[in-house]
């Protein structure tokens, strides 16, 4: 026995400590050297803690060696209360954590001893080192994961957020998720549903969870007010059960879904623009083009065509071909054919732009810069077109003494193409005056030849032969004689009258075209004529002249298939609804008259199926 207990040992201390369950050592004040262990620390030691022997190896919790000064038995001895501090120990049998308590008593002969005492929780810290090694590997996997990540408590609180939702929402980590509030969060934007309509905190899934209901997933678009940035995300929730089915977590994955909403939006976009584009009106082009790129992309947009009156940085955006990038201004070239023909120049406002922006605006400009030049070219052949079309028919009607003269011409929808219907009225002598009106097959540059030959070869024809059938005959042989024809074909229909007699003499004959139709001064009308040959596929084609008196007030209308054919297939005249249009028609003057059988014949329709032309003669 050592001497400090020796004092003590007849009161039977020393037996009472070695039945205690508690590990526990007596050491001497000042030096820290045991001088009594009970069993209970022989066990938790591995072995025999023989008085006097050196401690072994201790660590602290985070496993750093402690110094003899900072072990618990060298702070006892100095005096120090200890309560419950955490070491390991290293013993024979492996490493075990203790929580070790100490203070200095005095004995009853005065004598000061120190006392620790050890409690082994080697199990509970290994379980929670065990749990903490698994928080940290699954705080590294989910901030592994690339979608957003967190967790709401019962009393809807964020208590967790991982790397995902920090970098993509700004949602704060760790402690800062103590003073975090959804509700104030949320302030910040306009979040919308996907049908676009406002959504409320309710209808969020972790809010729905928390309840108790397996919500479905939601998709949200949230604009922030500060920024404007838009971002769109896909929300799903799943609730957490305790043994008693209490819901006490919320679990959130926030996919974020926004390049693939900026993508759809933008196909759309494009889509729907090209569909708006899909005019040759070059003007309404040009005047369409602001409202298709706002608000898509951006709160005002400006056309700009001429380089010398646009500003310098779009002048130089023409010049290069290259779109620049301001963060709330953006300007693309608008190019054709590999030429820079304009520039549009974005606004964005309260919009911040970015080079998905750059994509999509650098994408429309081609759509526009295409758009436009295909309408300027088009306006430009149309114009030639029609300059063409004007040539081929009388730039003025003539006088007639004692008759009067109105003619129409009604091309089928604005084109390129010049139409193959034409007219004339002319003269070889006193009082002679020849009406014709035909239709050559096709369209385009060669019907127009074949027109002006048509044209051209009935003038020529009619200074030499007075009958209608043999001037038909000279152009029929004309075509086929001539290259320029291509074998193209013509229906013609020639009206002589003879102002000369009283009354005036008509001889018409038709070359394969509709026969003219006379309304008499009573109103009766009547088509008048022998159906022909068509001509230019044939030689010696059958033509035949046929006479009839004409009367003041009576009027002769000569037309094309166009007039009856106007409303095709759904409506088409025969001979009894055309003569039954041209009774029902004013006849007071040819000009009322005309017009009245081309709006009879296209109804609501904006422009006739083919061209058409009409020719009238009225007699005073």
């Known amino acids: 026995m050592e001497p400090a207990l020796s004092a003590t040992s007849e009161s039977g201390i020393e037996p009472i400590l070695d039945v205690l369950p508690v590990p526990l050592l007596v050491i001497e004040p000042g030096s820290a050297r045991i001088i009594f262990a009970n069993a209970a620390a022989h066990a938790l030691a591995g072995g025999v803690l023989a008085p006097g022997a050196p401690m072994p190896r201790l660590f602290d919790q985070a496993g750093v060696p402690l110094p003899a000064a ?29 929580l070790v308590s100490g203070t200095t008593l005095t004995l009853g002969s ?50 967790y957020a991982n790397a995902a939702a920090s970098e993509l929402f700004g949602l704060p980590r760790g402690r800062g998720l103590k003073s975090f509030s959804t509700q104030g969060y949320l302030d910040r934007f306009d979040v919308l549903d996907d049908t676009g309509q406002p959504l409320h905190v309710d209808r969020l ?54 390049e693939l909403k900026r993508s759809e939006e933008s196909q759309r976009f ?94 429309f400009g081609l759509r526009a810069g295409a758009a436009v030049e295909n309408a300027r070219l088009y306006a430009t052949a149309a114009q030639i077109a029609r300059a063409l079309q004007a040539a081929l028919l009388p730039p003025h009607l003539p006088e007639i003494p004692g008759a009067r003269l109105a003619a129409v011409y009604r091309p089928a929808l604005q084109g390129l193409d010049v139409g193959g219907d034409f007219y004339d009225v002319f003269t070889t002598g006193e009082g002679q005056w020849y009406l014709v009106i035909g239709d050559v097959s096709g369209k385009g540059a060669e019907a127009a030849a074949v027109t002006a ?125 055309l003569a039954t249009a041209v009774t029902a028609a004013p006849g007071e003057s040819p000009g009322a008259l005309v017009e009245a059988l081309v709006a009879s014949a296209l109804g609501d329709r904006a422009a006739p199926r083919d061209d058409l032309a009409v020719l009238a003669l009225r007699l005073s």
């Open 453 to 577: 030959l048509a044209r051209y070869t009935l003038r020529t024809a009619a200074a030499r032969r007075r009958s209608p059938a043999a001037i038909l005959r000279w152009v029929g042989e004309a075509m086929l004689d001539q290259e320029a024809a291509g074998g193209r074909f013509c229906t013609i229909a020639c009206a002589q009258i003879d102002l000369t007699r009283r009354p005036a003499r008509l001889t018409v004959a038709c070359g394969g075209h509709p026969l003219p139709v006379i309304r008499r001064a009573d109103g009766d009308a009547e088509a008048f004529g022998t159906p022909g040959t068509l001509l230019g596929l044939m030689p010696d084609p059958e033509l035949q002249d046929r006479s009839t008196d004409l009367h003041p007030g009576d009027a002769l209308v000569l037309y094309t298939d166009g007039l009856t054919e106007a409303r095709a297939p759904h409506v088409m005249w025969g001979d009894e609804e």
């Open 270 to 363: 494009l889509a729907e623009a090209s569909r708006e584009l899909a005019t040759l009106d070059y003007a309404k082009t040009l005047e369409a083009l602001p409202g298709i790129a706002v608000p898509a992309l951006g709160r005002r947009c400006e056309v700009h065509l001429d380089p010398l009156e646009a500003p310098a940085e779009v002048a130089e955006v023409m010049r290069r071909g290259a779109a620049r990038l301001e963060p709330k201004r953006l300007i693309v070239p608008m190019a054709a054919a590999g030429l820079v023909i304009g520039a549009l120049t974005l606004h964005g406002d309260g919009r911040t732009y970015d080079s998905q922006d750059v994509l999509v605006a650098e994408d």
């Open 70 to 98: 900072e072990a618990p038995l060298a702070r006892v001895a100095r005096g120090e209360t200890l309560s419950n501090t955490q070491i390991d120990w290293d013993t024979p049998d492996g490493l075990k954590t203790v």
């Open 110 to 159: 005065r004598q000061r001893v120190g006392v620790v005492t050890f409690e082994d929780v080697t199990r509970l810290e290994s379980g929670r080192r065990r749990a903490s090694v698994l928080a940290d590997e699954l705080e590294v996997m989910l901030d592994g994961v690339a979608d957003a990540i967190t967790v709401q408590s019962p009393d809807q609180r964020l208590i």
């Open 205 to 258: 899934p972790g809010r729905m969870a928390l309840a108790g209901l397996d919500p479905e997933p939601i998709i949200t678009r949230s604009v922030d007010r500060e920024t404007g940035e838009v971002r769109w995300s896909r929300l799903k929730a799943t609730g957490v059960r305790d043994s008693d089915g209490a819901v006490r977590l919320a679990i959130n994955l926030v996919e974020d879904i926004t």
